[in-house]
């Protein structure tokens, strides 16, 4: 891992919060560890949800079958995102390996794509990536959850999410595998609420009907 110079989500993608309102979105970072979690949260979720963009640290080739994985483990359907694809409700879209996950907007819709370029904070796909441009076209509708990893890759974008008045969740040290990433956001400043992994599911339900309050005053 240390052989990648590390570079800044600055060089791909410019920061550019969004700030209005718009229809709720769920963003989720892992790297080690990861893709367990990322099961256990996918099967006990229900459908009606709003779009969940998931960026795992995953080889190209590995990400296919971990799309169709989660497809068979949960009640929403999952996608890799290996061209562009409208986000839809009660789905969610798997960063493809070996390329970044990009979002876009288009009036009120929510679009997401493979983007091509340098690894970023050490990892294509990087979490930092996927969360800044969450924060570029959502903004505090968006809800940023970081899971266990290696290292601190998501924390840049995370703090940018959070600053901008969205509710960021970090798992605790306790349920994670390593507890890198997490603990690195927790450092920044970057997170609302440390959760452990088996309550995530209900705080994304919460956020999904409107009951998930941000009580934080700065």
Known sequence: ??????????????????????????????????????????????????????????????????????????????????????????CAYLAAGGTHLLLKRSGNEYSAEPLEGERISRHKPSVDIMFRSLNNVAGKNALGIILTGMGDDG????????????????????????????????????ITEVVSLEDIPLRIVKFSQGTLINNRRE
């Open 1 to 90: 891992m240390g052989n990648y110079d590390k570079h800044h989500p600055d060089l791909l993608l410019a920061s550019s919060p969004y700030n209005g309102e718009g229809k709720k979105i769920i963003g989720i970072g892992a790297s080690t560890g990861g893709i367990d979690a990322i099961v256990k949260i996918l099967q006990n979720l229900p459908v009606n949800l709003p779009p969940i963009v998931i960026t795992q640290h995953i080889p190209a080739g590995f990400s296919t079958s971990f799309a169709e994985r989660l497809d068979e483990v949960s009640a929403i359907k999952v996608y890799e995102v290996n061209k562009k694809m409208l986000l839809k409700s009660s």
């Open 155 to 190: 924390s840049i974008g995370i703090k940018e999410l959070h600053k901008n008045g969205a509710y960021t969740i970090a798992q605790d040290e306790a349920s994670c595998v390593v507890f890198g990433m997490p603990k690195q956001a927790i450092s920044r400043g970057a």
